[in-house]
């Protein structure tokens, strides 16, 4: 997902285009905006944690680009391509560290295994809908 910090600021179209360029192929792609009961699902993970309520507020405080990523080797090409998840810790040049400015407003998520991004590409994307 392009979270809403990114979209708002308009660094959306860049992101992709870094995303692209890093070799991966775009699957699919939604322009779209999480109800407060969608962004809890999402993350039903962190529920219990302390960062979940101001989390859930965030990713529903505008709309989000949501995409299926397919590449060899993608969850560690992703994860190098966008950086820590605090981007005061992701290294200079990484998604996060050129559009990200808290760790919460951190412009960017990606799916942490193969299990995972199934999970969450099923959870915006029908059969139809990836190419
Ligand atoms: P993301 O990769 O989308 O997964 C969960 C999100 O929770 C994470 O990025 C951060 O934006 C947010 N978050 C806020 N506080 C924390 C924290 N202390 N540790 C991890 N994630 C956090």
Redesign the pocket.
């Known amino acids: 997902m392009i979270k809403p910090d990114a979209v708002a600021n308009g660094h959306a179209g860049k992101i992709l285009d870094q995303i692209i360029q890093a070799g991966f192929k775009v699957v699919a792609l939604k322009y779209t905006r999480l109800s407060e009961e969608r962004a809890g699902d999402f ?1 039903g993970i ?1 529920r219990e944690r302390p ?1 979940f309520g101001e ?1 859930v507020r965030f990713m529903t405080s505008g709309p989000i680009y949501a995409a299926i990523l397919e590449k060899d080797n993608a969850i560690e090409d992703f994860r190098k391509l966008i950086g820590a ?1 605090d981007p005061q810790k992701a290294e200079a040049g990484t998604i996060r560290n050129l559009f990200a400015k808290s ?2 407003a ?1 412009a960017i ?2 799916s942490d295994s193969n299990e995972n991004a199934e999970i969450e590409g099923n959870f915006f994307f029908g059969a139809d809908q990836r190419f």
Do not use: V
């Open positions: 993350y962190h960062f989390l998840t760790i919460d951190n998520h990606g």
